[in-house]
């Protein structure tokens, strides 16, 4: 599909249309855009039954709203808030066992599209794609373009029955992708064969995972440049952000180039027009270049963008 709003709407559509679809009251989450679960299990023609609280949602929460009319349990990735404190959640192996003792597909929404082990590179543990598959997931929509580091796309992947199901719907045809996404999406997969080149070779993927060690090079490299340009700045230790509803509330730990300017949200809205755009961050009065989104390559830009804003 086009993108995963439109893999969970026609998700919804095939499997649960005219029927109840059982979500936590801590899983109804807006996304972004005008992604709204609520507003997409309505669009699909599911009728939502909401179960637990917004902090706590226990298995009897879900065995309890089942009844003649429910057509699927769902469960929903946060994506872009964390919830923390009294909490309690039903994980996808627990909601699984509770739908197929119903006769019931247990649909996840995951959004991120994770395909690697994330604690491998310090960073927290998600759930992968193969893990919810073997946890008993029986449809798992997700993301091309976020953690899976390939072009923009939505996928609907799990039971060949259920996948048939949605294939056959009138809606696929409005919302499948074109030749050129496929090809992508291909080539970005093919190097998930081998996780290690994975991690090297997936732009977005190489960023998420790179180490401050990795970075400072970098950092010191885009520094020097700098000072040979007349422009003074310090390296500091600092974090990265993942943004785009993924990885909510984790701090990656790099090194930041900072420069002192009188006047920063002015250079950092002439480095933002510029061509190319040069996104910064201002802290403390401080203008931050994070070189974890750069590539060696581009130092030479940054340079040049710096050297027109700072006026
Ligand atoms: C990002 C996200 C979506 C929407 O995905 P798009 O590919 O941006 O359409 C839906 N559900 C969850 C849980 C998400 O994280």
Known sequence: MNNNAAA??????ALAAGKEVVVSRGELVEIGGSFRVPDVMKQGGARLVEVGTTNKTHPRDY?????PETGALLKVHRSNFRLEGFTAEVS???LARIAHRHG???????????MLDLSRYGLP??????ELIAAGADLVTFSGDKLLGAPQGGFIVGR????????????????????????????????????ERAAERIPAVRMLTASREQIAPRAEALAGKLRAAGIACEVI??????????????????????VAHPAPQEVEARLRAFDPPVMVRIQA?????????????????VVSALRSAIV
């Open 8 to 13: 969970v709407l026609l998700m919804l559509s």
């Open 125 to 130: 543990h998600e759930a992968t794609m193969p």
């Open 285 to 301: 009065g401080l203008l931050l270049l994070d070189p974890r989104t750069l590539w060696d390559d581009e130092l030479d830009v």
């Open 160 to 195: 060949r029955d259920l996948v048939e199901r949605c294939r056959r719907h009138p809606l696929t045809r409005a919302v499948r992708v074109d030749k050129l996404t496929l090809a992508g999406i291909e080539a970005t997969l093919k190097l998930y064969l081998e996780p």
């Open 104 to 114: 019931l597909p247990c649909l996840v929404d995951w959004g991120s599209g994770v």
């Open 92 to 94: 996808v192996a627990e």
């Open 63 to 67: 065995e309890e709203a089942i009844g």
């Open 237 to 258: 230790d600092g974090v990265s952000r993942a943004g785009g509803g993924a990885l909510p509330g984790v701090d990656l730990p790099t090194r930041l180039v900072a």
